[in-house]
């Protein structure tokens, strides 16, 4: 069965610095999402990401999708308290066509 | 986009008792979905609510723990059933919309439910 792993699973840095977060799949991505949750809360949708070596950016946030399709960053620029949070990658199954997601990772940043 | 309520928002309940969380859509789709998510852990499908028929249980769910209604193409429940400890987790309604040539799922904003 397909499976996300992202790394690093968390992450302090201090405002102002950036960070790259990567997500890796077992098999080929044919959609991949890129989701934020607040502690306890639901998940707020960032961007999709289709196409081999699509790039996509939002604000301070850049995701890119690499050319084989198994493997992508989000990478945030001058982080900021309020880019902390969980972020978690979605894909849609190879075997089941539904979404599953990466282990997450916890994002905290201190002024 | 799709914008999704929930209700309750957050409860604690006893051991034994059920409780049905309330996903409202502001536009008709056909798929809704809930997830769990577990203390510390990343979302689980619990299953695929489609309007007119029987909801699809992923793997170690089932109907008479977690029965799933879905009456009409914006609205849809979830009941947790005679609920343990283990219950304890967030619980997210999900939608897919469709923009063009994409799909994008979008999530409620989660029940975090505690049990005693």
């Known amino acids: 069965s397909q499976e996300l792993e992202q790394s690093p699973q968390s992450l302090i840095v201090q405002e102002g610095k950036n960070l790259t977060i990567n997500c890796t799949s077992s098999?080929?991505?044919?959609?991949l999402y890129w989701y934020k949750q607040k502690y306890g809360e639901g998940l707020i949708f960032l961007m999709m990401l289709q196409k081999g070596g699509e790039e996509k950016s939002h604000e301070k946030i850049t995701a890119k999708l690499d050319e084989k399709k198994q493997q992508s960053s989000l990478h945030i620029t001058a982080s900021q308290p309020s880019h902390a949070g969980i972020y978690l990658c979605?894909?849609?199954?190879?075997?089941?066509?539904?979404?599953?997601f990466g282990t997450g990772t916890r994002l905290q940043v201190f002024p | 986009s799709a914008v999704i309520s929930q209700k309750p928002s957050r409860d604690i309940c006893q051991r034994g008792t059920s409780l049905t969380i309330q996903c409202q859509v502001d536009s008709q789709v056909t798929m809704m979905f809930w997830y769990r998510q577990q203390p510390g852990q990343s979302l689980t499908l619990i299953a695929t609510a489609n309007q007119g028929s029987e909801a699809t249980y992923e793997s170690g769910f089932v109907i008479d723990k977690f029965p799933i209604s879905r009456p009409n193409l914006t609205f849809s429940t979830l009941t947790v059933s005679n609920m343990s400890p283990e219950d304890s987790s967030i619980y997210l309604c999900?939608?897919?919309?469709?923009?063009?040539?994409?799909?994008?799922?979008?999530f409620g904003p989660g029940t975090r439910l505690t049990v005693l």
């Open positions: 979605g894909a849609v199954s190879y075997n089941t066509d539904k979404l599953i």
């Open positions: 999900s939608v897919t919309k469709s923009g063009g040539s994409t799909d994008t799922q979008y």
């Open positions: 098999k080929t991505l044919y959609g």
